[in-house]
């Protein structure tokens, strides 16, 4: 086993080595492919991971389950004990684990989770610094385990470690985007973000809008994921660029503009989000937000090329 070391700021090195043996546990030891985030001390995601043949709602549930655990300051399944009042007084070693049903009954707006499976992240002086979340588990105990895996690999030393996986562009799963596959995408857009000296935040979507992976580069500001999340979902629901969507609002005629509340509150028509197509068919979509419109645009253009 590694060597312990200290973590004073989560980075993009530290939440991928987490999340690479994250997988490995959830994969190879359990036999369930999972979803696993890591976000930061405001519950910002730094990367998420989606395991091909996993749940793709499950992105939601484990980012909500680790900004709960970032915000927090604690384990999920302890705020799931203060949620339920028929298990206030029971002892810990007896108390169910899971309760998915009322767990997902009682978050709030869609955001605060107590299921099992968050766990915080903390530095030398026990400071909260980020988070783990995972869900795709068939029990919030086995979420918790395989987050626990991810928050055990993040505090080892890593000095042959290679902080970005290849990923296979080849490997596309047939009708399906895998999980190789988006991780070339993005490791591509890093590629071109460097080459133009911004940082950027970089989502790659399924045709149906849930996500595969969502990575931030070091140093990038925090609300640039969720733009580049919004990017990517509108791209793949409409199948077109962020920048023609617009086409189904008119905004000078009053009550005719695009509706971005309820439903809709994803939808974005800023550049830099583009469908991939195969065979003229919506395959997936990508969205990149850091830079600015133009910038984020064309690292979005040379990467769906590539592609």
């Not at 991810?150 to 895998?178: H, I, Q, V």
């Not at 992976?213 to 990017?231: F, L, S, W, Y």
């Amino acid at each position: 086993m590694s060597k312990e070391h200290e973590i004073d700021k989560v980075i993009l090195e530290d939440a991928l080595s987490g999340l690479k043996a994250a997988r490995r546990f959830a994969g190879e030891i359990l036999g369930f492919p999972s979803t696993i985030a890591v976000v930061d001390q405001g519950g910002f995601v730094i990367a998420a991971h989606s395991m091909d043949g996993g749940l793709p709602f499950t992105m939601e549930i484990a980012i909500d389950k680790a900004w709960t655990a970032a915000i927090l300051g604690g384990p999920t399944q302890m705020l799931g004990r203060m949620t339920d009042p028929r298990q206030a007084l029971m002892p810990l070693d007896q108390l169910p684990l899971g309760q998915h049903g009322w767990g997902l009954y009682t978050r709030y707006r869609g955001r605060i989770c107590p299921i099992m499976g968050g766990l915080p992240i903390r530095d030398k002086n026990m400071k909260v610094i980020g988070a783990v979340g995972t869900s795709g588990c068939p029990s919030a105990e086995e979420d918790n385990r395989v987050s626990q895996a991810c928050w055990s690999a993040m505090y080892e030393e890593k000095p042959n470690y290679t902080p970005f996986e290849e990923g296979n562009r080849d490997e596309k799963g047939g009708e399906d985007l895998t999980f190789s596959c988006a991780m070339w995408l993005t490791k591509r857009a890093f590629e071109e973000a460097k080459k133009q000296s911004v940082n950027i935040s970089v989502a790659v979507a399924r045709d149906s809008g849930l996500f595969l992976v969502i990575h931030r580069m070091d140093n990038t500001p925090m609300g640039t994921v969720e733009i580049a999340r919004d990017k990517a979902w509108t791209a793949a629901t409409f199948g077109i660029p962020t920048t023609e969507v617009s086409r189904y609002g008119a905004g000078k005629d009053a009550g005719t503009s695009i509706n971005r509340s309820g439903d809709n509150e994803r939808l974005t028509t800023i550049p830099g989000g583009l469908p991939l197509l195969k065979d003229g068919k919506v395959f997936g979509a990508i969205g990149i937000s850091g830079g600015t419109p133009e910038q984020d645009l064309q690292i979005a253009r040379k990467i769906v090329k590539k592609f």
